[in-house]
C-alpha cells in the first residue's frame, strides 16, 4: 500500500470488478492511494464496528434474532455493509453500495497493520473478523452464496446419489436441522474433518472415516475455517513488513493507538502490589471477590488443594489485587501443606508454577489476570475442578443454594437466575455485586474480575466514586514533540491524530 | 508376584539393570523413527526425564539410538516423557532465534485417569483401582478405539497401561500427527459427552437427534452396564448414588422397597421414564444419560489440545507402584489386568532365575547363527524376552509391523518423485 498525499485517484474497472460481489474473502489488497482522513476514519469505525461484535458475541448466541438485529443497526450507522443489494447500480442515499464495499475492504487492510503484532492481537482480530463474516455470509442469498464459494476456488466433492440413500438414516440423525426431504433435496459433501472443525467439535455433522457429510446449506462452516487459516497466515506475512510501515511518521502512532484500544484495562499493573496481607484474605473473599474467585477460595481452605485451572485463575487474581511473590508463595504453601502435600514436594512441583505466573520462570511472560471472558470461554471445569464462572459453568440448583448461603435475597436470585437462563454471565455476577453491596446500579460494565473487586473495594471505602480509574492507552505524546520540527502540514496531520485518539479513548471508556 | 516386593527404595540399583538388559531400544527407535520417512524426525523429538530427587529436565533430544540407550544408561531416568517434534533440535533449542523454535507434529494423544470417574465409582476413590472399577478402561477403550477408527479413519493406535490408574492413547497416523491445535480440541470434544465438575449434577444431556456417535458409544456401554453399573457398583442399591444421580422419585423409592434386584429396579427405573416421556418431552433419554453419566470414557481435553504436551512414555516404569508402561493388546482387553502387569523388580528379577535347559538350547542355536554379531549385543535382545515383558514388547512390534507398511509405501512414493523431474 502505497501513502502520498491528499489526492485520490479511481481506477474503475478493476473496482468494479473486484466489488461486484458484496463479501470479499480480503486477498487483494487495495491498490490505490488515499487520504490520510480517509485512512484514519475507515480505521476508526471499523474497529468500532469490530468492537461492537465482540461485545455481542458474549452477551447474545451468535446469529440469533437479537444479534443479527443489534448488528445490523451498528452496521447501518457506521455505513459499513448492512443489506447486500442484488442489484448494486440503483443510487442509494449516503454511500453507494460500491463506496461501502470499498470502504470496507480498505478498513480490513488498515486494521491488518495495527492487529499483526502479537499473538494476543492476531488472536483478537481474526475472531472477530471471523464473527463478522460469518454474520454477512449467513445474510447473503444462496445465489449470490454459491458465487462467492465458486469465485474462491472451493471445491469440495459431492456424494453420489446411491452413496447419499445409503448413509440416509444416518445423514438425518446427525443433525436437526437435516429431515428425510433434506437429504434427498440437496447435495452433500464430502469434506476432510480438518476443514471442518466447528462442526466436528459440536458434532453437529456425520463423520465417518475422517470425512465429515456437509449439505449445501451447511457450508458456511468450512468457509469461516477457510477465512480464518487465510487471514491467520495474512497476518503472519504482515507482521514482517512492520518495519517499513512504522517508518512513516504520519501512520505510525495512530496504528499503535488502534492497537492498544483494544485492550483496555488488563489489571497487571503493579501499583498495588504489597497493600494486601494474607491474613485479609479469608474476609476480603466474602466481601470483595467475586462469586468465582470466592467459590475457588473456599475450595481452596476445605481441600488444601487445587487443580491447575483453579490455581491459574485464582493464582493470577490474587497477583492482580496486589498480592506479592513471596506473600503468595507464603500463601499456596502453608494451606497446601495442610493437605497431602509436604513442603518439599511444594517447593519442587507448586513452586515453580507459582513464579512462572509472576513472570520469573521460563519464557518470563508477565501473565496477566483472567478476564471473564476468558473465565467463561475458555478452559471450562470438569470433575474436581472448582474454577470457571459459576454463572455459566454451576448447575442453577446448585447456584441457588450457594446464594442463598450467601445471603442474597430470593427476588434477587431470581433475577440473577433470569439472566443467567439469557446467558448474559457477566450481567448476572454485575446483579449479585449489587445485591451484596446494596447498590441500586453498578456504576461500571463488568468484564473482570479484578475490576470487580477494585469497586466493591471503592465501595465498601465509602462514597461511590464516579471517576472511572482506567489505564488510558499510550497517549502519542513522543510523537508530537517531533511536531515543531516537521513540516506544517506534518504537524496539522499529528493534530488530527491527537484529535482523534482522544476520541477514541473516551469512546472505549464508556464501552 | 505379589507387588508388594516392590519398593521405590530399589529403584536406583535396578533401574540402571532395566535400561542396560530390558528396555526394548530397538523397538522404540523403530517406533519414533518412523521409518525415516521425513528427515529429522527422531532428532527433533523432545523427550524429558525425571531423576532421582525430582530433578526435572525437559528438551533432551538425541540423533542415534545408540546416544539414547548412552544417555539413558547414563542419567537411569525415573520417568521417561515423550513429546513434540520440534524445528530445531530441543537440546539446542537456546541457540534458535527466540519465536523460531516451534513445536511441529506430535501423536493425537488421550489420557484417561480413574480420578476422573470419583464421582460415579463406590468401590475405590483417588489414586486406587480394582478389577470391579477397571471395566471403565475397558469400556473407554472401546468407545475411543471404535470411534477414532470410524469416525475419524485413524488406523494406527497404540493402547498403553499408564502403570497406576488410567491408559493412555497414542494416534500415530500421519495426519493425526500433523493436526492443528485446533483439530486436536475439535477431536477431544467431538468425543466428549461427560461434562461438568463438581457442581453439576447431570453431567450428561442428551437432545434430539441422537447423533450416530452417539448411538454406537451406547452400543459398547450397554454391553457392559449391567455387569458393571448394576451390579459391582451396585448403583440402584446404594442409596448415596440413588438419591445423588439418579432423580428417583417417591413412588419409585417405594417400590425399591420391594424390589432388590439391581437388573428388576433397573426395569423399573426405565419405566417410569418412559411413562414419563410420554406425556413430557423432558427426560427423553433419561437412561441412556444415566447409562453415560456412570460409564462413558472421561478424557482431559487439555491432555489432547497441546501440540507440545509432554506424556508418559511406553515402557516407562511406574516410580510409585514399579509397573511398566506397556502397551495393551486389545484382542486380549476383557482379560486385561492391570495388577498382573510386570513390576520392575519382577521382571529384573526374571533375569536372574537359571535358565532352563530348553532356554540353553535355544540360545545356542541363535548364537551360532549370529556369529557376527557381538555376543552381548544378541544376548541383549533376548534377555527381555525371558522376562513377563516379552508378550508385551511382541504386541508393540505387531503395532510397529502395521505401520511399517504404511512407511514402506510413502518412501516409494518419494523416491519416485525424486526420479521424476
Known amino acids: 500500500m ?104 480498505i478498513s480490513h487492510f488498515i486494521l491488518r497493520l495495527a492487529y499483526c503484532q502479537t499473538e494476543d492481537l492476531r488472536r483478537w482480530f481474526i475472531q472477530q473478523e471471523v464473527d463478522l463474516f460469518r454474520y454477512r455470509f449467513n445474510d447473503l442469498y444462496p445465489k449470490q452464496k454459491l458465487e462467492f464459494l465458486h469465485r474462491n476456488n472451493l471445491q469440495y466433492d459431492t456424494i453420489s446419489v446411491e452413496e447419499k440413500k445409503a448413509l440416509q438414516d444416518k445423514l438425518v440423525s446427525s443433525s436437526y436441522a437435516f429431515s428425510g426431504i433434506t437429504v434427498e433435496d440437496q447435495d452433500f459433501y464430502k469434506v476432510p474433518f480438518q476443514d471442518a472443525l466447528d462442526l ?69 499493573n503493579q501499583k498495588n502490589v504489597g497493600k494486601i496481607s494474607l491474613e485479609q484474605i479469608d474476609s476480603l473473599s466474602g466481601k470483595s471477590f467475586p462469586l468465582c474467585m470466592r467459590q475457588i477460595h473456599q475450595s481452596l481452605r476445605e481441600n488444601h488443594h487445587l487443580r491447575h485451572g483453579g490455581r ?51 519464557k518470563r511472560t508477565d501473565y496477566t489476570p483472567y478476564s471473564c471472558m476468558k473465565v467463561i470461554l475458555s478452559n471450562a471445569p470438569s470433575q474436581g475442578d472448582y474454577h470457571g464462572c459459576p ?112 476520541e477514541l479513548d473516551s469512546f472505549f471508556q464508556d464501552a | 508376584m505379589p507387588a508388594s516386593d516392590y519398593d521405590s527404595a530399589c529403584l536406583p540399583d535396578i533401574l540402571p539393570l532395566y535400561y542396560r538388559r530390558l528396555f526394548p531400544f530397538s523397538q522404540y527407535y523403530r517406533w519414533l523413527n518412523y521409518g525415516g520417512v521425513q528427515k529429522n524426525y527422531f532428532q527433533n523429538r523432545e523427550f524429558s526425564f525425571t531423576l532421582k530427587d525430582d530433578i526435572y529436565v525437559r528438551y533432551q533430544s538425541f540423533t542415534t539410538q545408540n546416544e539414547l540407550e548412552k544417555e539413558m544408561q547414563k542419567m537411569n531416568p525415573y520417568k521417561i516423557d515423550i513429546g513434540a517434534i520440534y524445528s530445531h533440535r530441543p537440546n539446542q533449542h537456546n541457540t534458535v532465534k527466540s519465536g523460531t523454535f516451534q513445536a511441529l507434529e506430535k501423536e493425537l494423544v488421550f489420557d484417561i485417569d480413574m480420578t476422573d470417574y470419583d464421582d460415579v465409582r463406590s468401590c475405590c476413590s483417588a489414586a486406587e483401582i480394582c478389577p470391579k472399577c477397571w471395566t471403565l478402561m475397558t469400556i473407554a477403550i472401546r468407545v475411543l478405539d471404535r470411534a477414532l477408527r470410524d469416525d475419524f479413519g485413524f488406523q494406527h493406535l497404540l493402547w498403553v497401561y499408564s502403570g497406576r490408574r488410567g491408559v493412555h492413547c497414542w494416534v500415530c497416523d500421519e495426519a493425526a500427527r500433523k493436526l492443528s491445535v485446533a483439530a486436536r480440541s475439535a477431536v477431544a470434544e467431538y468425543l466428549s ?83 414419563k416421556q410420554a406425556t413430557s418431552k423432558k427426560g427423553q433419554h433419561f437412561e441412556k444419560e444415566i447409562m453415560l453419566q456412570y460409564c462413558y470414557p ?86 527381555y524376552k525371558r522376562t513377563s515383558l516379552a508378550k508385551y514388547v511382541k504386541c508393540f512390534d505387531q503395532f510397529l509391523d502395521v505401520m511399517a507398511r504404511s512407511w514402506k509405501g510413502e518412501l516409494l512414493r518419494k523416491s519416485d518423485l525424486q526420479k521424476d523431474f
Open chain 2, 193 to 275: 459427552l461427560v461434562k461438568g465438575g463438581d457442581e453439576t449434577m447431570k453431567k450428561v444431556v442428551l437432545s434430539d437427534p441422537i447423533h450416530p456417535f452417539i448411538r454406537e458409544s451406547l452400543v459398547v456401554v450397554e454391553r457392559y452396564f449391567p455387569l458393571y453399573a448394576l451390579q459391582d457398583q451396585d448403583i440402584l442399591g446404594r442409596k448415596e448414588s440413588v438419591d445423588k444421580h439418579l432423580h428417583v422419585r417417591k413412588q419409585l423409592q417405594q417400590d425399591f422397597q420391594n424390589e432388590k434386584k439391581p437388573e428388576n429396579r433397573w426395569n423399573l427405573l426405565k419405566d417410569q421414564a418412559k411413562r
Open chain 2, 298 to 383: 472421561r478424557l482431559d481435553v487439555n491432555v489432547s489440545k497441546g501440540v507440545n504436551h509432554l506424556l508418559k512414555s511406553p515402557f516407562s516404569v511406574h516410580p510409585k507402584t514399579g509397573r511398566i508402561s506397556v502397551p495393551i493388546d486389545l484382542k486380549e482387553l476383557e482379560t486385561f489386568d492391570p495388577f498382573a502387569v510386570p513390576t520392575i523388580s519382577m521382571i529384573c528379577e526374571e533375569l536372574d532365575r537359571p535358565r532352563t535347559v530348553e532356554e540353553e538350547d535355544k540360545s545356542e542355536e541363535t548364537i551360532d547363527k549370529e556369529n557376527e554379531k557381538d555376543a552381548a549385543e544378541s544376548r541383549k535382545i533376548r534377555d
Open chain 1, 200 to 268: 466436528v467439535r459440536l458434532r453437529k455433522v456425520y463423520l465417518k472415516a475422517g470425512y465429515v457429510y456437509i449439505p449445501h446449506q451447511e457450508i458456511v462452516t468450512i468457509v469461516l475455517n477457510d477465512f480464518r487459516t487465510r487471514l491467520s497466515k495474512a497476518l503472519a506475512l504482515t507482521a514482517r513488513s512492520l518495519p517499513a510501515v512504522h517508518s512513516d511518521e504520519r501512520l505510525q502512532p495512530l496504528l499503535n493507538h488502534l492497537s492498544h484500544a483494544y485492550v483496555g484495562q488488563d489489571y497487571s
Open chain 1, 2 to 105: 502505497q501513502f502520498s498525499s491528499r489526492t485520490k485517484k479511481f481506477t474503475t474497472n478493476s473496482q468494479t470488478e473486484l466489488y461486484s460481489h458484496p463479501l470479499l474473502f480480503y486477498v487483494q489488497p487495495p491498490l490505490e492511494n488515499i487520504s490520510l482522513v480517509e485512512f484514519e476514519t475507515f480505521a476508526v469505525e471499523r474497529l468500532k464496528l469490530l468492537k461492537t461484535i465482540e461485545n455481542l458475541g458474549v452477551s447474545y448466541v451468535k446469529l440469533s434474532d437479537q444479534y443479527i438485529k443489534k448488528l445490523e443497526a451498528e452496521s447501518k450507522a457506521l455505513n459499513f455493509l448492512y443489506r447486500p443489494e442484488a442489484d448494486d447500480r440503483k443510487p442509494l442515499s449516503g454511500p453507494t453500495e460500491q463506496e461501502k464495499r470499498r470502504k470496507d475492504h
Open chain 1, 391 to 502: 454463572f455459566r459453568h454451576s448447575d442453577p440448583e446448585l447456584l441457588k443454594q450457594k446464594l442463598q448461603v450467601y445471603k442474597v435475597s430470593p427476588s434477587g436470585i431470581i433475577q440473577i437466575l433470569e439472566l443467567i437462563k439469557g446467558m448474559h454471565y457477566q450481567l448476572a455476577c454485575q446483579k449479585y455485586f449489587e445485591l451484596t453491596h446494596n447498590v441500586e446500579e453498578a456504576s461500571f460494565s463488568l468484564n473482570h474480575p479484578n475490576q470487580y473487586f477494585i469497586e466493591s473495594q471503592k465501595v465498601l471505602a465509602g462514597g461511590r466514586d464516579i471517576k472511572r480509574e482506567t489505564d488510558a492507552p499510550q497517549k502519542p505524546q513522543e510523537n508530537s514533540t517531533k511536531a515543531p520540527s516537521a513540516a506544517p502540514e506534518a504537524a496539522a496531520n499529528t493534530q488530527d491524530v491527537a484529535e482523534m485518539t482522544e
Open chain 1, 312 to 362: 491459574m485463575q485464582y493464582g493470577l487474581f490474587l497477583k492482580g489485587i496486589g498480592l506479592s511473590l513471596e506473600q503468595a508463595l507464603q500463601f499456596w504453601r502453608s494451606e497446601f501443606i495442610k493437605g497431602k502435600v509436604d513442603a518439599d514436594k511444594f517447593d519442587k512441583a507448586y513452586a515453580y508454577s507459582i513464579r512462572h505466573m509472576f513472570g520469573k520462570e521460563g
